[in-house]
């Protein structure tokens, strides 16, 4: 059974950089079949996907971010990874590491609030 | 970016009802279309992929329709654990978009 686990610091001050990270067990990240996303929740609100990342590396981003997010992947480790810099409140909101198939999402971490605060 | 719209933002049915919950695309997305569940303080779950194709271990009491920008899942007898929020997200482009949430309530 796939399992994704995000972990992080929950707060990041506001011009700060947000930095979490999803570990994969029950399945190898390298496997080419799939990819991984981040994918966040304010508070209330709907999910807004952030980006991806395929085992070759190649990556993709919501340009919503402004250029802002970066995925990376740690295959010896099998973890993928977020960052995003400069931060402010709107960046404040529940964060899902995500498997994604065909384009729909099968296995989802738990999630973790990150909190853009000074 | 693809504009997800779905309808209504709230339901309220009882269970044993069959419910019907709408999802527009703003452009034609064939049938790229996902249905998540979510509950409270729970990450979505996967119910339907490719418009009307069901995940596995999903009862088959959900189901999905259509193609083109107008699409629908149906619950054909909700039962208790059904109530929660339910989403649509469109994969026909590679920035994937979601509906804003239908929160289905007890009656």
């Known amino acids: 059974q796939v399992q994704l686990q995000e972990s992080g610091p929950g707060l990041v001050k506001p011009s700060q950089t947000l930095s979490l990270t999803c570990t994969v067990s029950?399945?190898?990240?390298?496997?080419?079949?799939?990819?991984w996303s981040w994918i966040r929740q304010p508070a209330g609100k709907g999910l807004e996907w952030i980006g991806r990342?395929?085992?070759?590396?190649?990556?993709n981003y919501n340009p919503s971010l402004q250029s802002r997010a970066t995925i990376s992947l740690d295959t010896s480790q099998n973890q993928f990874s977020l960052k995003v810099t400069s931060v402010t409140a709107a960046d404040t909101a529940m964060y899902y590491c995500?498997?994604?198939?065909?384009?729909?999402?099968?296995?989802w971490g738990q999630g973790t609030q990150v909190t853009v605060s000074s | 970016d693809i504009q997800m719209t779905q309808s209504p933002s709230t339901l309220s049915a009882s269970v044993g009802d069959r419910v019907t919950i709408t999802c527009r695309a703003s452009?034609?997305?064939?049938?790229?279309l996902a249905w998540y569940q979510q509950k409270p303080g729970k990450a979505p779950k996967l119910l339907i992929y490719?418009?009307?194709s069901l995940e596995n271990g999903v009862p088959s009491r959900f189901s999905g329709s259509g193609s083109g920008t107008e699409f629908t899942l149906t619950i054909s007898s909700l039962q208790p654990d059904d109530f929660a929020t339910y989403f649509c997200?469109?994969?026909?482009?590679?920035?994937?978009?979601f509906g804003q949430g239908t929160k289905l309530q007890v009656k």
């Open positions: 995500a498997r994604g198939r065909g384009g729909e999402f099968d296995y």
């Open positions: 029950g399945g190898s990240i390298s496997t080419g079949t799939y990819f």
């Open positions: 990342i395929y085992s070759t590396g190649s990556t």
């Open positions: 452009q034609s997305i064939s049938t790229w």
């Open positions: 490719k418009a009307s």
């Open positions: 997200q469109q994969y026909n482009s590679y920035l994937y978009t």
